[in-house]
């Protein structure tokens, strides 16, 4: 157990729909990252939030958005849902971005959504 | 941006032999390089990860060994047993105080057969 939990475990939702993803980090971690798996694109990082701004940017659909809260815990937003956003999501947290031995990111079990 | 390409794409290997896994990355400027280790339909599991100020790490059975110059590094698994069989990632990423973006490897399955 890593320590960063995501609900929910299962998503199964129709295109056209709106669905929240939530995470929360490991205790004390600031820093959130969300990454998509899917069997043709493998792991993408998609966004990371450090202590509520957002700090890196990937290949994030522009239907998508994530936000991260006073309490730390972050939610990504996937609207207008398409067959192809079917995927494992995943988040991740770290202590900081500063180096020295705070950049390793601990992932969450991720939540598994179908688009049909 | 990032680009990082590892080989092979499967690997099978008699168990208590050694597995080596390979990855490429293109911006030099990258120096953080973890190696995460995930099983069927679970999360991605951080097995050992090297900074760009190290050339080699090795913990217990897992080593992994990093060429600046070459922009490679490896992934060594010695005395493989049959639980090590999962999928393999590396990951690259240029740390900085403004972030920490990760871009992965295309993964390694690896079999120990028995």
């Known amino acids: 157990d890593s320590g960063v939990t995501q609900t929910p475990k299962h998503l199964i939702t129709a295109t056209g729909q709106r669905v929240t993803l939530r995470c929360s980090p490991r205790s004390g971690d600031l820093s959130v990252y969300w990454y998509q798996q899917s069997l043709d694109q493998g792991l993408q990082f998609l966004i990371q939030y450090y202590n509520g701004e957002e700090r890196a940017k990937g290949n994030i659909l522009e239907r998508f958005s994530a936000q991260q809260f006073p309490d730390l815990h972050s939610e990504l937003n996937l609207s207008s849902l398409e067959l192809g956003d079917s995927a494992l999501y995943f988040c991740?947290?770290?202590?900081?971005?500063?180096?020295?031995?705070?950049?390793?990111?601990?992932f969450g079990p991720g939540t598994r959504l179908l688009v049909l | 941006g990032e680009n990082v390409e590892q080989h092979p794409s499967t690997l099978s290997v008699q168990e208590g032999d050694s597995a080596v896994i390979k990855c490429t990355y293109s911006d030099s400027a990258s120096n953080y390089f973890p190696w995460y280790k995930q099983e069927l339909g679970k999360r991605p599991q951080l097995i050992i990860d090297i900074r760009s100020n190290v050339g080699e790490k090795k913990d217990q059975r897992i080593a992994v060994t990093l060429n600046k110059t070459a922009k490679h590094f490896s992934l060594h698994i010695t005395e493989t047993q049959p639980e090590d069989s999962a999928v393999y990632f590396c990951a690259a990423s240029k740390v900085t105080g403004g972030g920490n973006k990760l871009t992965f490897g295309t993964g390694t399955q690896l079999k120990v057969e028995l």
């Open positions: 991740a947290s770290s202590a900081s971005t500063r180096t020295g031995g705070r950049e390793t990111q601990y």
